[in-house]
């Protein structure tokens, strides 16, 4: 079944995807508290004006979600639009313009979740609009969904329905946010579709030692005993684990790219450590590409907060790093445990909370994965789709609870260094041209792939 893109007004569709992200963006949907009916509620009027009834749930007060349906014949299982409204903080005062504005400047959109997802819940609205007005005979029921509470865990969210809603949005296949979207390596052009993802296992370090008068030191002293520990853990290199999606990202890259970076490539996955080390740090990447290169190779531990004494003349008798740890697809707590009390040693407590989460993997040599290679390579010639690790967490760890294979995959082109790494930081923005880009290839692979069996 060939596309019919062709048949779509893509300077109309521009306009449109553009006032759709523009609305989105203007709401304040900060997580927390999130207050992400006002978006669900948003969305839901947009889809009543084409003729789409959708479904609006609040898992509590102001925690809004929204899901809507296209039906089809029903020969073939769903495919999942899945999407999160709500946004993490924004500081104005370190901000070019207001975080909450929607402004159009210079054919770019800025706003907090202009990358991160507001853009591509816009997409995906856009899609699913454009899939009705056109009346294309599914074979596949196409469900959108827009949820709640994604940067803090997902349980007023994508939890939320797959705990109580599951009949909702049950889908064969879930078409998700990715982690990198384009990769220039060299010559040559890769977009990332994102087949695995990593767990959590976030968990305190916890030193003793013998309290006293600040006047009177002593070796004793919790604070070092914890800043040592965390010294040996910020220089050490973890074990290295290989898992199926990186190891096909990194050969099917190699293939694309001459001799001599294709042989470098291959070197990151060396078992020497010193090699490996070496072999990415001479890759053709940004450092943010560098220390995701290493962080789709290892499990990670990054402390982040820092807790001990509570008066300056104090000598305390604990002190407690939180370590936000991330980790491989079929490592468990067990794993990352050992792996951490071999470089701190015996001398500090580590407990796990929060629960841990594990990470996810789906076969990235799929029918939808090769849609999607085949939907880039026409749109942009010379381009190759490759599997990837998203370094964080989605909602994709609730939709699999359903048997549902996600895939992580935004497609945007590479439009340099200033236009990469916004999200979560300062100046969030996205380009007209690459929303256009990305509605047009998800029109494209959503199109297809719903309308055969």
Request: hydrophobic share 40%; charged share 20%.
């Amino acid at each position: 079944m060939t596309s019919s893109i062709d048949t779509v007004n893509w300077a109309d569709v521009q306009n449109e995807v553009v006032s759709i992200l523009q609305g989105l963006l203007r709401l304040d949907t900060t997580n927390p508290p999130g207050n992400e009916i006002i978006a669900a509620d948003y969305i839901a009027e947009l889809l009543r004006k084409d003729g789409i009834e959708p479904t609006v749930l609040e898992s509590a007060p102001t925690r809004g979600n929204v899901v809507a349906r296209l039906k089809s014949d029903g020969s073939a299982p769903p495919l999942l639009l899945m999407g999160h409204t709500d946004v993490v903080p924004a500081e104005p005062d370190k901000w070019e313009r207001p975080p909450f504005s929607g402004d159009v400047v210079d054919g770019v959109i800025w706003g907090r979740g202009a990358t991160d997802m507001k853009n591509v819940v816009a997409m995906e609205l856009m899609v699913l609009l454009l899939v009705k007005r056109l009346g294309l005979p599914l074979k596949r029921d196409l469900v959108f969904m827009a949820t709640a509470d994604e940067e803090v865990g997902g349980k007023y969210g994508a939890k939320f329905l797959v705990d109580q809603h599951p009949d909702l949005i049950r889908a064969e296949y879930a078409i998700n946010e990715g982690g990198p979207t384009s990769i220039v390596f060299g010559d040559t052009v890769f977009f990332a579709c994102s087949t695995a993802e990593k767990g959590a296992a976030r968990f305190r370090l916890r030193a003793k030692g013998a309290p006293g008068h600040a006047s009177l030191p002593h070796t004793d002293n919790a604070v070092l005993h914890l800043a040592e520990a965390l010294v040996k853990l910020g220089h050490a290199r973890l074990p290295m684990h290989v898992i199926g999606t990186v190891k096909g990202h990194i050969e099917m890259m190699a293939r694309h790219l001459p001799v001599d970076q294709r042989d470098n490539l291959i070197r990151v996955l060396s078992e020497d450590p010193d090699v490996q080390a070496e072999a990415i740090a001479r890759l053709p990447l940004p450092d943010s590409g560098k220390r995701r290169m290493y962080a789709s190779l290892h499990n990670t531990v990054t402390p982040t907060i820092l807790s001990a004494g509570s008066k300056i003349n104090v000598i305390p008798g604990e002190a407690e790093a939180r370590v936000d740890s991330r980790i491989l697809p079929h490592q468990t707590q067990a794993d990352i445990e050992a792996e951490v009390r071999a470089i701190v040693g015996d001398g500090v407590d580590i407990e796990f909370y929060e629960g841990v989460s594990r990470g996810l993997e789906a076969n990235w040599d799929s029918p939808l994965f090769h849609l999607i290679s085949q939907v880039v390579a026409e749109h942009e010639p010379g381009a190759v789709t490759v599997p990837a690790l998203i370094t964080g967490g989605t909602d994709a760890k609730s939709v699999v609870q359903l048997g549902t294979q996600v895939l992580g995959f935004i497609p945007m082109r590479y439009e340099g260094p200033a236009m990469s790494g916004l999200a979560h930081n300062h100046n969030e923005r996205v380009s007209v041209a690459n929303l256009l880009f990305g509605t047009q290839i998800y029109f494209d692979v959503v199109s297809r792939w719903c309308q055969r069996a």
